[in-house]
């Protein structure tokens, strides 16, 4: 993640810039506009309506009673999306101090768009069956392909919802993961502070715990 960013800031840079500047040069400016963006991004996550964190459409991991509210910028191709789901449902399960509200994104593969808005509609309109989905889906080969997806249609018995309209959560989640600057993902949004990449449950409780309780 840190690397994307760097080399997403760098890419910013004017020609001149590249051509009249050292290396060391370069990553001092990429530095400097790294904290202009981080500013910018706590800023921006300040801002956003409350509902973000509890709309009805998005999947959650954790208790709904738990004090804290973490966005999580996930999509199913992404291998490290993968560990990052299988942590929080560790975290989630023994730890009741924040719930994970999981806002896919559709960048890794043509078919992560397809895998989520499946995922969204059996949230939506046939939960009991979500959880076996998503882990289906979390453990499909990468890239997940449609075959696959209607292989688990058909073994979770929700043939019904696949190829449907695009849910409005989805758009909703890939337009928040624009404006908060999700360059990569897994990306979790800890109160006003992004946190990209894999992680340990120590480090994310810790970090979690560093903010008011809110939201």
Known sequence: MQRRTF?????????TVWAQSSLQDMQ???NRRRVIFLAQVRQMAIEQDPAIYFSAADPVIGAATAPRTVLVFTDFNCPYCRKMDALLQQVAQAWPNARFVLKWQTMMADSSASAANFALQVW??????YWQV????MQSPIPITQQAINDIAQRTQTQ???NLAEPAAL???????QQLRVFATPSLLIGSKMMGGMTDAKTLKATILQWPLKP
């Open 7 to 15: 080399l997403a800031l760098l890419s910013t840079l004017p020609s």
């Open 134 to 137: 998503h882990q289906a889906l």
């Open 160 to 162: 019904h919802l696949l």
């Open 171 to 177: 758009k909703a989640s890939v337009q928040l993961g």
């Open 124 to 129: 939506q309109s046939a939960r009991q069956q």
């Open 28 to 30: 001092a400016e990429a």
